[in-house]
């Protein structure tokens, strides 16, 4: 049951990273912040990659930084450079 779940989560974060490419302004700040709540669940409740949440924060961070939400883009950038710090020499893709 909780593969079913997790391939399910999984597949709807693929949507919606496809729906994203077609949004833009506070649309795709929106579909950023869901892709974060999914990624979220993948990597602290289903035990998935935690690059997935780095990739979301950098994600999300982006968005706001286009809109010209700064201090929004900077907390999110800021969390995604932690995670990524402390997964740096583990996953060659982090560097």
């Given at each position: 049951?909780?593969?079913?779940?997790?391939g399910?989560?999984d597949?709807?974060?693929?949507?919606?990273?496809e729906?994203?490419?077609?949004?833009?302004?506070?649309?795709?700040?929106?579909?950023?912040?869901?892709?974060?709540?999914?990624?979220?669940?993948?990597?602290?409740?289903?035990?998935?990659?935690?690059?997935?949440?780095?990739?979301a924060?950098?994600?999300?961070?982006?968005?706001?930084?286009?809109?010209?939400?700064?201090?929004q883009?900077?907390?999110?950038?800021?969390?995604?450079?932690?995670l990524?710090?402390?997964?740096?020499?583990?996953?060659?893709?982090?560097k």
């Amino acid at each position: 049951m909780d593969f079913k779940i997790c391939g399910e989560l999984d597949e709807r974060n693929k949507a919606l990273e496809e729906f994203a490419l077609a949004q833009e302004g506070e649309g795709l700040i929106q579909v950023r912040i869901q892709q974060l709540a999914l990624s979220k669940l993948l990597v602290n409740v289903h035990k998935k990659d935690l690059f997935l949440l780095v990739t979301a924060y950098t994600r999300l961070g982006e968005s706001y930084l286009s809109n010209k939400y700064f201090e929004q883009a900077l907390d999110h950038l800021t969390s995604a450079l932690k995670l990524n710090s402390s997964l740096f020499g583990r996953l060659e893709i982090t560097k």
